[in-house]
């Protein structure tokens, strides 16, 4: 049997990481945390009024997602995460050395009219530019796929797993 991966679905506001990620996590048969849970309430008082997150600010939920994939090692899960710069990743790595990404890659037009058509989300679509220029797309040394948001969420998804397919067992 195949143990299954710790996958940290990443990318910018608005490329469905929170609807992706659970779709994922059930075709995988495991858990799944959703990433915004994990923020102190001063991330997302910020967030609301607009005002882009800095390093300071992410260390502590970058700390507690980390800790969550880490007592994953071995049993699987998924969890979301912008994880946008190597170094965000870096850190989640230490935490958890065997974590896979999934980064949800797409078109800014079609993110931004998602990002403009979706209920109840403190992230306005007026830092998605300050969200595009921070990306570091995943590098070849990076442990992980890219997966394009075109389609519907089963479809992405689908093609999420079986990207994953593609990638080693992790080691528990």
């Known amino acids: 049997m195949r143990t ?27 858990p799944y945390a959703e990433g915004d849970d994990f923020h102190p309430q001063a991330n997302i008082d910020k967030m609301s009024a607009g005002v882009p997150l800095d390093d300071t600010d992410r260390r502590p939920w970058l700390d507690a997602i ?13 969890v979301s ?37 979706r209920r109840g989300h403190f992230m306005p679509t007026a830092l998605l530019d300050s969200q595009f220029a921070t990306l570091q797309p995943l590098q070849a040394d990076e442990a992980g796929v890219a997966v394009d948001v075109t ?10 797993a ?11």
Do not use: C
């Open 66 to 78: 980390g800790a969550w994939a880490h007592d994953r090692a071995g049993l699987g899960g998924v």
């Open 151 to 160: 389609g519907g969420p089963e479809e992405i998804a689908e093609r999420a």
């Open 4 to 30: 299954p991966h710790v996958v940290v679905v990443m990318g910018v506001a608005g490329t469905g990481k929170t609807t992706i990620g659970p779709l994922l996590a059930a075709r995988l048969g495991v």
């Open 162 to 172: 079986r990207a994953l397919d593609g990638l080693p067992s992790p080691t528990p």
């Open 81 to 117: 995460s912008s994880a946008l710069k190597r170094s965000y990743r870096d850190r989640l790595r230490a935490a958890a050395p065997g974590i896979v990404f999934v980064h949800l890659t797409g078109d800014r037009a079609l993110i931004e009219d998602r990002m403009a058509h």
